[in-house]
């Protein structure tokens, strides 16, 4: 994780040196690990569109060969080759993007390390003469700019954006108001966003439906034959378990990022909130755009 922030710290560094301002700095950042990402996130949009696909093709040969569980698992495993479908593939959008989150938390928590690339012995120095005065931190770096930037120009960060310091942490000034502007603007969009996505996805699950209905006789779709199903996992339900798990780790993020959100940083807040903002133009674009083509 450290060498991720601080790979993201030299690009921060640079953007913040050309526009001299933290917050700016943190949005253009954000925009430009989107774009990195953008072929990523197309490659995975595609992998949840062939995984629909996929669970429908199992439907038919479950009905087709219920009689015949071996011969089932057996074409279900031919599909999943032809198709070169991973079940496990779901996963990793959410494993990269916990690894990013980290990433981040530590690039804004420590920004004299990983963003000025101040040397640690001079940090050092500056946190021992705080342990000295009584002062304490959970985030002795911020303090250190907040303290010592008018005695020491190579640890100043012009923090205030829009009249916000995004170096305050929301849970150490609970009586400030402005603190919980930016959290709040990330929890709305980060709501808007699950809406938006179970939308999707129940939009797509009822297509698909549809269309299952019209190929399948009702009455054989309402029988299962309970007497056929084996105690082992069979790869359908594999599917459908890592789905499940790439769905309840899709919340979770969220959850997880907003609980984060209110002992960190405000800069913390302010990049999720811009991210969370691209990923709703994203998400719309590229279903708009793979509408586009699927009608042309």
Do not use: H
Request: some cysteine.
């Amino acid at each position: 994780m450290a060498a991720v922030a601080n790979l993201f710290g030299y690009v921060l560094n640079f953007l913040y040196n050309a526009i001299q301002n933290y917050g700016l700095a943190i949005i253009l950042f954000s925009v430009l690990l989107k774009i990195v990402l953008l072929p990523f996130t197309i490659k995975q949009q595609k992998s949840m569109k062939k995984s629909a696909k996929v669970q429908e093709e199992m439907k038919k040969l479950q009905l087709k060969y219920k009689n015949d569980p071996e011969k089932l698992n057996r074409e279900v495993m031919a599909l999943y080759k032809r198709e070169k479908m991973n079940p496990l593939s779901g996963c990793l959008s959410s494993i990269i993007q916990l690894f990013i989150i980290v990433s981040v938390f530590y690039l804004v928590s420590r920004p004299l390390t990983f963003m000025k690339k101040i040397d640690t012995n001079i940090i050092n120095d500056y946190k021992n003469e705080m342990t000295e005065k009584g002062e304490t931190s959970s985030y002795p770096e911020i303090k250190i700019i907040e303290t010592k930037s008018g005695e020491d120009e190579n640890v100043y960060i012009n923090m205030d954006f829009l009249g916000l310091n995004l170096s305050k942490v929301p849970m150490q000034n609970l009586n400030d108001f402005r603190v919980y502007i930016i959290p709040l603007l990330y929890i709305i969009t980060s709501i808007v966003n699950i809406k938006l996505s179970t939308a999707m996805t129940k939009k797509k699950k009822d297509e698909k439906a549809k269309v299952v209905q019209k190929e399948k006789d009702k009455e054989e779709l309402e029988i299962v034959d309970k007497k056929e199903k084996k105690d082992e996992e069979t790869p359908e339900e594999q599917l459908e378990s890592m789905q499940q798990m790439t769905n309840s780790m899709n919340y979770m993020m969220p959850i997880m990022s907003i609980a984060i959100a209110v002992i960190a940083p405000l800069g913390l807040s302010l990049y999720w909130f811009v991210s969370n903002v691209l990923q709703l133009i994203e998400r719309v674009a590229i279903d708009a755009y793979a509408k586009k083509k699927e009608n042309a």
